[in-house]
């Protein structure tokens, strides 16, 4: 069954330094996201990425953070300037057509210290 | 206001038994979509199961069935058959439509914890 892949599955930064977290969402899919969960709270939207451009942010979509799709295949999220709060686990999904549902990536667990 | 509630944080089953997981929704959008996640320990999030909001009848998907009551905006999730690897955190989502857009977010709920007693 096809997956989406996320990369690396932990990862631990300094504060203040940039991260990019990596997907490769499942390759007949057409629209990507990004969700996170901070621990023991719920899952919360964070970009969708529609036609190589990003469709909607939510409001922790700050300046600090941007996505790409650099070469049809992989679907980067950066953090420009890591805080404390950033930690997290970070979700990558992508879906072919709302009918279909999403499909999750396994996460990358990121501690920022 | 919410637009997913969850209002059983935790739940306990016997094992093969059914159990119940709640979800009410709020929504002016005519046209949705309710999902069901499960989360195991390990992170990962999965898929169980989809609800459009035209579709007549309840969706169901081996042991999972969705008991939707569109009047009451409720979504609940039906497990039969609790197996001890059900246990596990399960969120309940929604899609919201908008008529030509390309955004079709998820929203979660807080989450229902779920432990299957041998």
């Known amino acids: 069954e096809p997956e989406v892949t996320q990369t690396p599955s932990h990862q631990v930064t300094q504060m203040g330094q940039e991260v990019i977290l990596r997907c490769v969402p499942i390759?007949?899919?057409?629209?990507f996201y990004w969700y996170r969960q901070i621990l023991g709270q719920k899952v919360e939207f964070l970009v969708s990425f529609y036609n190589n451009e990003i469709s909607e942010k939510s409001e922790i979509f700050d300046d600090q953070f941007s996505v790409e799709r650099p070469d049809g295949s992989n679907f980067t999220l950066k953090i420009r300037s890591t805080k404390l709060e950033d930690s997290a686990m970070y979700f990558c999904?992508?879906?072919?057509?709302?009918?279909?549902?999403?499909?999750f990536g396994s996460g990358t667990r990121l501690t920022v210290v | 206001a919410q637009k997913i509630t969850q209002t059983q944080p935790g739940m306990f089953v016997q094992e093969k038994e059914a159990v119940t997981l709640d979800c009410t929704y709020d929504?002016?959008?005519?046209?949705?979509?309710l999902f069901w996640y499960k989360q195991p320990s390990s992170g990962e999030m999965i898929f169980l199961i989809y609800?459009?909001?035209?579709?007549?009848q309840n969706a169901t998907e081996g042991r999972y069935s969705l008991n939707f009551q569109k009047a009451r905006k409720s979504a609940n999730l039906v497990i039969s058959a609790s197996q001890l690897g059900d246990s596990a955190m399960y969120f309940c989502?929604?899609?919201?439509?908008?008529?030509?857009?390309?955004?079709?977010?998820?929203?979660f709920g807080k989450g229902t914890l779920l432990t299957v007693n041998p």
């Open positions: 999904a992508s879906s072919r057509d709302r009918a279909f549902g999403y499909t």
């Open positions: 989502a929604m899609r919201e439509g908008n008529s030509g857009g390309s955004n079709y977010k998820l929203t």
């Open positions: 390759s007949n899919h057409l629209y």
């Open positions: 609800q459009g909001s035209y579709d007549q």
């Open positions: 929504t002016s959008d005519p046209s949705y979509g």
